[in-house]
């Protein structure tokens, strides 16, 4: 597996070494060691979300408060998606900057977003199924939510080549009217 530290603290792309044959292709996605918290600790998962888009639902920005803020770790087990993750973090050098990154069953690749992030996507392709393993499981009062559209973040979502459906993104009525970064204020110290 290639780890690569990303421009945001914390932010990581996992590469997967990918062994194909006539049969197919195998690699692995996970294995406890593999990434590390900031304390130094081995990433612990608790729970795991799979979700099933199609071609023009954006799904985000989302995060959990502390004291049920979750770590991330992100794939597209099917289909292609562009991930971003948003460094929400007050005190952070890189806050209110933003990452993306196309995430694929072709490369293979996963995103770590650590906690202190705000995480979306956008299904590039009909049923796009994406996997998340989380470091905390999902506690509804903690829940936060910004803008995926936020003017002061002004997030590229889609890649050279994409058509955004007539009408926009697919959206929840809970991402479409989810409050700016500057209205929910810094949601991580």
Aim: glycine share 10%; hydrophobic share 40%.
């Amino acid at each position: 597996m290639d780890i690569e530290a990303l421009p945001l603290n914390g932010l990581l792309k996992l590469t997967p070494r990918q062994f194909r044959d006539d049969r197919g292709v195998f690699w692995e996605t996970w294995r406890d060691g593999m990434v590390y918290d900031d304390s130094g600790n081995s990433l612990k998962f608790i729970q795991e979300n799979l979700s099933i888009s199609k071609a023009g639902t954006l799904r985000g920005l989302h995060y959990q408060r502390d004291p049920h803020a979750q770590g991330k770790l992100v794939r597209a087990v099917s289909g292609r998606i562009v991930d971003v993750a948003v460094d929400v973090r007050a005190s952070s050098p890189t806050r209110g900057e933003w990452y993306a990154c196309e995430l694929s069953n072709e490369n293979g690749c996963q995103l770590w977003i650590p906690v202190g992030f705000a995480h979306g996507f956008l299904a590039l392709t009909d049923h796009a199924v994406v996997e998340y393993r989380c470091t905390a499981s999902y506690h509804p009062e903690s829940e936060g939510s910004i803008l995926w559209n936020d003017p002061d973040l002004d997030i590229t979502w889609e890649p050279a080549g994409f058509v955004m459906p007539e009408g926009g993104a697919f959206l929840s009525e809970k991402d479409a009217i989810a409050p700016s970064l500057k209205a929910g204020g810094w949601p991580f110290k």
